[in-house]
Every structure is written in C-alpha cells, then in structure tokens.
C-alpha cells in the first residue's frame, strides 16, 4: 500500500466503531480550549499492523471569510498538507542525520567545526552534532535572523558568528538556531541543499511524494497561521526572548492567512522556506509512514542506529532529535518517542511496538491570541493521544505486533 493510499479509516474499510472512535478524538480536538482559542481544523490519526492506517478530519482547512475578499472556506481533510513547524527537526533533520550516520557519512560526535569552519571561537570547537541533536551545543534558543538578512545563505552564516549563549554540553536549552545550523552542516555533508537531501535519504526511500520542503501550492495545504503576529507580539515585547531587535527593524511582516508557506517567520523571511528546525509540509498519512519507518523499519534505519537515536541522553527525556516520554493508555504506559510543532502538530512512535499517533490542530487560524494565551500544543496532543489510544485499545489493537510498516 502506497503511503497515500492509507486514507480515511472509513476508505479502508476500517471497523466501524474504530472509525467512529477517531472521528470522535478528531471532534475532541477540534473542541479543544477556551471559546475563540480552538483551532480552525483537526486531523488526527494512527497506525498498526493490526488496524492498518485510521485518520479522521474535522473543521476547517481555510475558514470562511467575510468582508472585501469573501471566500467559502474549506474542509479539512486528511489529505491536506500540514505545515508541520517543529515536527520537522524530527521528520526531516533528525531522520536525515539518522540516514547519513547509518550510511557512515555523519559522526555524530566530530566537532561541527571540521565542517563548518565559520562555526569558531568561545567553545564552538566544542560542539558536535550529537549536542546539537539533544539541544546541548549551548545556542541561544531564537533570534530574528530576519531583522538581519533576508537572504538564506547570509542568515546561515549569521547563525555560524553568534556566539554561544552558553558552555555547550551542560544544559538541555531547547534551540531553533541550533537545529538550523545542524541543518547545515547536513548539507555540506550529503553535498546539496536540505530539501533536496531529504527527497534522496527519506522522502523517495518511503514513497513519499507529498511531503516537501516549503512553499507548496496553496490549494494543497491546510492554512498555518494568519499572520507574523506571534512573531511581532515577540519583537516588540522582548518575551520569551530578549533579542535587542523591534518590530521596526523589519517590513516584511505578513498579515492575512498564510497557507501553502511555512508559518515560522525564520524559516519563511530569511531561510527561503526551508530550514532545519522548520519548514516540512506532509499529509498525516505520510507523517504516520514516516514515523513508523523511523521506529520500527529496519531496512529503513538499522536497529543500532535507531537505537541510539532513541536512547536518553545526559537529559533522560531528550533522545537524539527525540522527546522521550510515557503515555498512559487503558494497558499501562506507553514509551514513545515524540516531538510536537508550534502551529499544533504532533508525531509519536512508540519505543516497544509498532504504533505510530500524529495530530495536527490550526490552532493560529482564526485564532487572535497573545502567545501565552495560545491553546498549548501540549494540551491538543494530550486529546488526541488519548483519544487514539483508547479507540485502539477499544479495537484490540494496543498490544505489541509483529513488524511492518505502513505502506509495507
């Protein structure tokens, strides 16, 4: 079975109360949050050898619009492209570094120095890949390359000259920047862009025609945010990040819905759509296709290298490129791997079955909130994961199965 083929859980024929049961979680979803802080859309989904691919959709790709530019809005389906915003470190960087490790290309714990020479001075030698997978190379969390440079190369290089906010290798600090300038270094190593990278060691290895690098067409894409507000509301109040920047210092801020273009304003403004921390739009059956062949497909990823990439690291909840955590389900903890995105996605792979769960929630469409009154990212994957386990454990399908993958 073809990754887009495993469709809705009504497409495959799936038990109906299954199907039913997701149709639910996704509806749960969609509910998620105070009133005018719920998301626009919700797709929820997972996967099993038992239950094959089950998705569901609800609410709205575009919503409706009124006014000088009236539209009809548009259903969300799960054929819809998803911005998948941080959800790529995992999906495209760190499944790409996972490839080029296996393929003896990547030492995870050379200095980046040796590749990246412009990366030098006040510890930079110190830094490898591996700390910058685990968050640890001692990066300042953010920066508006943007306010800087507008042109990809430029801003890559200014990522290399900042100095480090902190020694690397003693803290977990959770960093943007570090995971576009690991992003860089993959590139130098594979010897061609990011996005093209990723189509050879990943996307065309598991069929994935519709996961890609930024900007896609519009039509194929559910919308990501309505604007660079979060962003501005940053600039100009200095929070969670001091930056020495204001909402001045650039004149690129987009104000309507964006769709079909990666929301995150690094990404879009200075690093041409496509960076390693952001920038990976997928329809959640690829994304479940995905996260299975990065957990459980040993002739994509040889056990030894997922081994290590699933492991703790010195912070026993920060793998390589992983979260590490436990989901409760109705037959006890769940180990998964994880990693959720700022727009409201979300990938887990459990560490001890094949079991795969993703969700995506619009939760920047329609939505007009400062960022910390923004319905967590957390609070939606909590729904969805949960819903999602119960119906597979309603279904029988939650305990440890044989191999495969979707699409196998």
């Not at 929070?239 to 920047?245: K, Q």
């Not at 994304?287 to 299975?292: F, P, T």
């Given at each position: 079975?073809?990754?887009?083929?495993?469709?809705?859980?009504?497409?495959?024929?799936?038990?109906?109360?299954?199907?039913?049961?997701?149709?639910?979680?996704?509806?749960?979803?969609?509910?998620?949050?105070?009133?005018?802080?719920?998301?626009?859309?919700?797709?929820?989904?997972?996967?099993?050898?038992?239950?094959?691919g089950v998705l569901a959709a609800a609410g709205w790709a575009a919503l409706p619009r009124a006014g000088d530019a009236p539209a009809a809005g548009e259903e969300m389906t799960p054929a819809h492209r998803l911005d998948l915003a941080s959800v790529t470190k995992v999906a495209a960087t760190t499944a790409v570094a996972?490839?080029?490790?296996?393929?003896?290309?990547?030492?995870?714990?050379?200095?980046?120095?040796?590749?990246?020479?412009?990366?030098?001075g006040g510890g930079k030698e110190r830094v490898s890949a591996a700390d910058l997978l685990r968050h640890r190379g001692g990066l300042a969390p953010w920066v508006p390359l943007y306010c800087t440079t507008t042109q990809r190369e430029a801003a890559l290089d200014l990522v290399e000259r900042l100095p480090l906010a902190g020694p690397?290798?003693?803290?977990?600090?959770?960093?943007?920047?570090?995971?576009?300038?690991?992003?860089?270094?993959?590139?130098r190593l594979?010897?061609?862009?990011?996005?093209?990278?990723?189509?050879?060691?990943?996307?065309?290895?598991?069929?994935?025609?519709?996961?890609?690098?930024?900007?896609?067409?519009?039509?194929?894409?559910?919308?990501?945010?309505?604007?660079?507000?979060?962003?501005?509301?940053?600039?100009a109040s200095g929070?969670?990040?001091?930056?020495?920047?204001g909402v001045a210092d650039f004149d690129g801020w987009r104000t309507g819905p964006v769709r079909g273009e990666v929301a995150d304003g690094n990404a879009a403004h200075a690093l041409g759509g496509c960076s390693g921390h952001a920038g990976l739009f997928a329809p959640l059956?690829?994304?479940?296709?995905?996260?299975?062949?990065?957990?459980?497909?040993?002739?994509?990823?040889?056990?030894?290298?997922?081994?290590?990439?699933t492991a703790p690291g010195p912070d026993a909840d920060q793998a390589l490129g992983f979260r590490r955590a436990r989901l409760d389900t109705p037959a006890g903890p769940l180990p998964v791997v994880a990693h959720p995105g700022f727009t409201g996605t979300y990938l887990a792979a459990a560490t001890d079955r094949p079991l795969v769960l993703a969700a995506a929630a619009t939760?920047?469409?329609?939505?007009?909130?400062?960022?910390?009154?923004?319905?967590?990212?957390?609070?939606?994957?909590?729904?969805?994961?949960?819903?999602?386990?119960?119906?597979?454990?309603?279904?029988?399908?939650?305990?440890?199965?044989?191999?495969?993958?979707?699409?196998?």
């Open positions: 079975m073809e990754a887009d083929a495993l469709g809705t859980a009504d497409a495959l024929g799936t038990d109906s109360d299954l199907g039913a049961a997701v149709t639910a979680t996704a509806r749960a979803v969609l509910a998620t949050g105070a009133e005018g802080r719920r998301p626009a859309g919700a797709v929820v989904g997972a996967w099993t050898p038992a239950t094959g996972a490839r080029l490790v296996a393929a003896g290309v990547l030492d995870l714990h050379a200095p980046v120095a040796e590749v990246l020479p412009g990366f030098a690397p290798g003693e803290r977990t600090v959770y960093s943007d920047l570090g995971f576009a300038l690991l992003g860089r270094l993959l590139e594979a010897g061609e862009g990011l996005a093209a990278a990723f189509g050879r060691w990943v996307a065309a290895p598991l069929g994935l025609q519709r996961t890609v690098f930024g900007p896609v067409p519009p039509a194929s894409a559910a919308t990501g945010s309505d604007g660079d507000g979060v962003e501005r509301e940053m600039l929070e969670p990040y001091p930056t020495g920047f059956p690829d994304l479940l296709r995905l996260g299975a062949a990065l957990v459980h497909d040993e002739g994509f990823l040889p056990a030894d290298v997922r081994a290590r990439f939760r920047l469409h329609g939505v007009r909130a400062p960022r910390a009154e923004l319905t967590p990212v957390d609070a939606f994957a909590r729904t969805a994961t949960a819903g999602l386990l119960a119906a597979l454990a309603a279904a029988g399908a939650l305990e440890p199965g044989g191999p495969g993958t979707p699409g196998s």
